[in-house]
């Protein structure tokens, strides 16, 4: 995997650059601030915040940003079978929410290569830009699936991802968080995730405490604390719902 360049630029004054993709670069663009306008080959199109632009090998890219017109992004121009892998089918446009993970995987990889050559991690950037491009893509796939859910409901999955492990945790906090009632809640997530909002919870507790239960040596009253579940006997009772043996049994197989 190799980079070519990485950094952040800002224009609020008249902007033009242009270039073509050298044979097996790709050039990622996110605009994170106002908007441009771009062209990929024939077409033409306006850049807004959270439009994320993969320029493929070979493809003709311009970017133009008017007087005054204000624009900020990101970009990174690298190559790499494992990159042409996961994106040589990847849509040029895509609309992505601007997650701070992805943010802070660009900023970090943007210090890395400002460092000079000789005190430049190649380790430590190869797994940046391993985990700035996962994280791009999974963007782009959350993206797609919010399509068909409203973005609210989306926005509780993200809060209980977050927060279903923390003690005293509850719907109202969900509904508190989104500005809803809780009857409109449980009705919105029953009907675009099919399943409650208590249910979504416990797998993410449950998901949490077998990863625990395999890298830790902690007691499962412990992790049942830990967890989010409160007592040992709630956490069996909806572990062996889940997996038809006790979490004692379960550990003890792995």
């Given at each position: 995997m190799n980079i070519d360049f990485c950094g952040y630029s800002y224009h609020n004054y008249r902007y033009h650059t242009s270039h073509q993709s050298r044979y097996t670069s790709y050039l990622f663009r996110l605009q994170t601030e106002g908007r441009?306008?771009?062209?990929?080959?024939?077409?033409?199109?306006?850049?807004?915040?959270?439009?994320?632009?993969?320029?493929?090998?070979?493809?003709?890219?311009?970017?133009?940003?008017?007087?005054?017109?204000?624009s900020g992004d990101f970009h990174l121009y690298c190559e790499g079978e494992w990159i042409d892998v996961r994106f040589k089918d990847a849509p040029t446009f895509a609309k992505i929410t601007l997650d701070e993970a992805v943010l802070d995987f660009w900023h970090h990889l943007i210090i890395e290569e400002r460092r000079p050559k000789k005190e430049r991690n190649s380790e430590l950037t190869y797994y940046l830009v391993s985990a700035?491009?996962?994280?791009?893509?999974?963007?782009?796939?959350?993206?797609?699936?919010?399509?068909?859910r409203p973005y609210v409901v989306t926005k509780m999955m993200r809060f209980i991802e977050e927060n279903a492990t923390k003690q005293g945790f509850k719907v109202e906090d969900?509904?508190?968080?989104?500005?809803?009632?809780?009857?409109?809640?449980?009705?919105?997530?029953?009907?675009?995730?099919?399943?409650?909002?208590?249910?979504?919870?416990?797998?993410?507790?449950v998901s949490a405490a077998?990863?625990?239960?395999?890298?830790?040596?902690?007691?499962l009253e412990n992790i049942?604390?830990?967890?989010?579940?409160?007592?040992?006997?709630?956490?069996?009772?909806?572990?062996?719902?889940?997996?038809?043996?006790?979490p004692r049994t379960y550990r003890e197989k792995m």
């Open positions: 441009s306008q771009v062209k990929v080959n024939d077409a033409t199109l306006v850049a807004e915040k959270g439009d994320l632009l993969i320029i493929k090998p070979g493809e003709n890219y311009e970017l133009y940003v008017e007087e005054g017109q204000q700035l491009c996962v994280s791009l893509q999974r963007a782009m796939d959350k993206r797609s699936h919010e399509i068909y969900i509904a508190n968080h989104c500005n809803l009632s809780v009857s409109r809640c449980v009705h919105l997530f029953k009907e675009h995730v099919n399943q409650t909002l208590i249910e979504y919870a416990q797998s993410i507790r077998i990863n625990q239960m395999k890298y830790t040596t902690m007691t049942a604390q830990n967890c989010g579940f409160g007592s040992y006997s709630y956490f069996h009772r909806v572990f062996k719902k889940n997996y038809d043996i006790s």
